[in-house]
């Protein structure tokens, strides 16, 4: 099972790439914990609702500099995902969720 911070490496939905970085924002909580995980995009490019990954790892590293895209939301399946190869902190997966909702235009209540 992956923990959610953890920057996994998987197979590109969206083929754009075939393999990519995600950052898993799910937890176990989520009704297919370790078969499924909810998971974000990460770019080399900065756009202006980018999160910058510089100084956030508490495991690992990513060769280049790099940025949570909180529009690019994936459900991966544990199939498609190759390896962990970071964990970012809790604060900046939690900014990154909250991003990812105000960017979907999600308001509580």
Not at 1 to 4: A, L, V, W
Not at 33 to 52: N, R
Not at 90 to 101: D, K, L, N, W
């Given at each position: 099972?992956?923990?959610?911070g953890t920057?996994?490496?998987?197979?590109?939905?969206?083929?754009?790439?075939?393999?990519?970085?995600?950052?898993?924002?799910?937890d176990e909580?989520?009704?297919?914990?370790?078969?499924?995980?909810?998971?974000?995009?990460?770019?080399?490019?900065?756009?202006?609702?980018?999160?910058?990954?510089?100084?956030?790892?508490?495991?690992?590293?990513?060769?280049?500099?790099?940025?949570?895209?909180?529009?690019?939301?994936?459900?991966?399946?544990?199939?498609?995902?190759?390896?962990?190869?970071?964990?970012v902190t809790?604060?900046?997966?939690?900014?990154?969720?909250?991003?990812?909702?105000?960017?979907?235009?999600?308001?509580?209540?």
């Open positions: 099972m992956r923990r959610r920057i996994v490496v998987a197979s590109d939905p969206f083929g754009n790439t075939p393999h990519r970085p995600y950052l898993v924002v799910s909580s989520h009704p297919f914990a370790g078969e499924q995980y909810i998971a974000l995009g990460l770019s080399t490019k900065e756009y202006a609702e980018s999160i910058p990954l510089a100084d956030s790892f508490v495991e690992g590293r990513l060769d280049r500099e790099s940025f949570i895209a909180p529009w690019a939301v994936v459900s991966l399946r544990s199939s498609n995902i190759e390896q962990s190869v970071a964990r809790e604060s900046v997966t939690e900014t990154a969720v909250r991003r990812m909702a105000a960017v979907a235009g999600y308001r509580d209540g």
